[in-house]
């Protein structure tokens, strides 16, 4: 009993992989590093998470998880509040009803598609900041941003298979 | 057997796809009310703001730690690297630096009297507080900090943030132990400045790029590349005489002002708190504080 109990709370840290490692890699990016210019075009690690865990476990990374960390993603960066979360939502939802064509296809197919899906991530961004603030906005550090979110996509994917494979065989 | 099963099945699944629908329509809509309320300045929204960002910082202020002592580390071997040249320069920096000492203090004095001699209002003492840039986080859209001190500390919004070099920003949130500082370059800044030699009065808007532009000059004045820019002052709000930078282009009839400041080491801040006595609301007297002059 105790230990079919205990193998339960295990299971359940184990599904919480996607969601603390998207956590911790937003805490990371949000660090004063001494880079000129970085802090301005640090490459969207949430776009990144969610998009991959959309592919493979979106049972792991729920609507209201997805939700809860784009709105943690707006406070931190001090963007209008829900931007994040609209974003991220709408990845997710095309993503996941997309998810079938990624099975068995290899990993350039996929980081092609986070190719097509991230400038229209970025756009929509843009737009609706713009929106917001009732100015054109500046569109040059989000395509830097862009760039470097699609450059940054294989190393984070590559460090989430590994979660993947270690802690989430069996859950 | 199987046919209950699978009309179970049958039931369930629509059901589910249905449910699972409607969730997401509630969120994107929760998601879009958010941005409606943001933009209407609702209480609540940035109660939550600030509640949130003080339960982040000192996780934030943690991680952060690390990060400071490599930069450093890298700082002291390129000082070691340097250390000749550097010490020849600040020698020659030094000698300079005496002789507007003791102008400094000619001119004080003379300060001094001639205020007496005028029964002039005394400018209200500064105070400041020092605080840690925790999160360099801002992003694409927003030019922000976020700094490791708060109203426990005497913070207030509105209060000018500047380091040894100028004017770094205004705290435009503050929660118990953290506050966000809106830096210059935001495309929501707005700093009432004069040119210093000049004293043609300007207003300082940011636009997100590095080089905030100068709006509202007087249509007679004239501005040229390499003049300083300091804060005037009007509003209360900033104390007069700051430095904020110099001129650096005039393209197309638009000035704008590189900043002393260096966005990318950023690292402690002070928090000045400066009131005008009787035009602001009093607060209780900063921690942690000691007289700028």
Redesign the interface.
Known sequence: MTAEALRRIEKGLRGLTPVAMTLALM??V?????????????PAVTLIAVYHWSIYRPDLLP??A??AL???QD?????????T??VL??LR?IVVSQRRFFHGKTFMVEWWGFMLVAPGATVA??M??SL??G?V??PR??GV?LALTVALYPVLTWLFGRAQHSLLKQV | MRYPGGSLKHMTLPVKGWI?RF??VL??G??????V???ADVRL?ER??VV??DI?TP??DV??RP??SV?EA?EYGRGLLALNAENARLREENARLRNWESVARRLGRENAALRALLNMADDPRLSFVTAR??????????????INAGARDGLRNGQAVITGDGLVGRVV?TGERSA?V?LLTD??ARVPVVVEQSRVPAILAG????RPRLSFIPVNATVSPGERIVTSGQGGMLPPGLPIGTVAAIEDGVVRVEPFVD?????YVRVLDYALPGVLPSTRSAGRAGPLQ
């Open positions: 805490l990371m949000a660090l004063p590093l001494p880079l000129p210019g970085f802090a301005q075009v640090t609507l209201g997805t939700f784009g709105l943690m406070i931190l960066t001090g963007a209008p509040l829900g931007l979360s609209l939502l709408l939802s961004s843009w609706l900041v917001y603030f100015a906005v500046n550090s989000s941003q | 699972q969730a997401l969120f994107i929760a998601a879009l009310g958010l941005m309320m943001g933009r929204i939550l703001r949130m960002t982040a996780v934030l991680l952060s990060v400071a930069s890298i840039v925790v999160a360099d986080s801002g992003g694409v859209f927003v030019r922000t900090v976020l949130e966000r809106l495309l929501n636009d997100n790029s590095d966005w990318a080491t950023l690292e």
